[in-house]
């Protein structure tokens, strides 16, 4: 469907897409993920038609949509901070792009009051959007963006201004929406547990550079390098390998390991020890935690190990 080749981009001496190449399925959500300034919405631009790439083919149904301007391509976008109009109200934000594709006023009023029912603001049409609260005006932008039936849906950091329950929620039932939808979309993040909640796969970018492509438990699985092994959330990261908490061994079998730091979780313990594997980090349960008894001091003395056979080793 979506076909990225070799698309390179420059700011002045500042690389945000060194030739990236990737491609996407029907139907699929894939998350854009990395930290800030890695070119990542940059990238979605591109796509949108927003940037222009310094070089590289970008397709949509095989057809080169790279020298197409934005309108003319199909997609909707949606920012961070929604873009909404203030002074309309609810309904007029969903309609306005249906009315900026021709659509008559009747039919384009019936199409928005209906899309505003699946988001859950069928009753909140009339309200201006500045008297909605975040999550009612997140609606409002995703409702206005599915109206226009996008053959790609792309979105920019969509939950970062909200709270985290908030945005749990929203995430879910956003990904809903797009499953009935059946629609495509792309989706710029920092947030990993966001990725992986909402994306079928998930391209992790570094310095303007794709350091792999893979769905989430694959990613999980077996990540390609130490710095991403860390992004995606690793504590225990090795040159050649990342050691997952179920490779760590624990009990009087195994070599004495020395506590360095400790810290209080709300259903257990973080310990840092000194092991023959480096310094070594295990959240443990409430239970596990009692089963040390006396040995959780810094400095205090458990057997700790490795089970070389589970580790994820680097490609």
């Known amino acids: 469907m979506l076909t990225l080749r070799n698309l390179n981009k420059r700011f002045g001496s500042r690389v945000v897409a060194d030739d990236v190449s990737l491609a996407m399925a029907e139907g699929e959500t894939l998350a854009l993920l990395g930290p800030s300034g890695c070119g990542k919405s940059t990238l979605l631009k591109m796509i949108a038609g927003l940037v222009a790439p310094d070089s590289g083919e970008l397709r949509f149904d095989g057809a080169d949509v790279s020298r197409l301007p934005p309108?003319?391509?199909?997609?909707?976008?949606?920012?961070?901070?929604?873009?909404?109009?203030?002074?309309?109200?609810?309904?007029g934000n969903v309609m306005f792009g249906l009315i900026e594709q021709g659509a008559n006023r009747r039919e384009t009023a019936a199409r928005a009051q209906a899309m505003l029912h699946r988001v859950g603001l069928a009753e909140h049409g009339k309200r201006k959007v500045w008297t909605l609260s975040g999550g009612e005006q997140q609606r409002v932008a995703l409702a206005r963006a599915l109206a226009t039936q996008p053959r790609l849906l792309l979105l920019d950091e969509p939950f970062s201004s909200l709270d985290a329950d908030l945005r749990r929620q929203l995430q879910g039932e956003f990904r809903g929406l797009l499953r009935e939808a059946g629609m495509p979309a792309i989706i710029v993040t920092h947030d990993r547990d966001e990725a992986f909640a909402l994306a079928d796969r998930v391209a992790v970018?570094?310095?303007?550079?794709?350091?792999?492509?893979?769905?989430?438990?694959?990613?999980?699985?077996?990540?390609?390098?130490?710095?991403l092994a860390r992004f995606i959330g690793y504590d225990n990261v090795g040159e050649q390998a990342a050691i997952p908490p179920a490779a760590i061994l624990l009990g009087d079998d195994q070599p004495a390991a020395t506590i360095v730091e400790l810290s209080a979780l709300a259903e257990g313990v973080?310990?840092?020890?000194?092991?023959?594997?480096?310094?070594?980090?295990?959240?443990?349960?409430?239970?596990?935690?009692a089963r040390l008894g006396g040995a959780l001091f810094i400095g205090g003395k458990i057997g700790m190990g490795v089970d070389e056979s589970a580790l994820l080793r680097f490609r």
């Open 71 to 91: 309108e003319r391509r199909g997609f909707a976008l949606m920012f961070q901070d929604f873009a909404l109009f203030p002074h309309l109200d609810a309904l």
């Open 205 to 227: 970018l570094k310095a303007g550079r794709l350091l792999q492509c893979a769905a989430p438990q694959a990613l999980l699985a077996q990540p390609a390098d130490a710095w």
């Open 270 to 289: 973080k310990v840092k020890a000194a092991t023959a594997w480096g310094e070594l980090v295990l959240t443990l349960s409430a239970r596990e935690a």
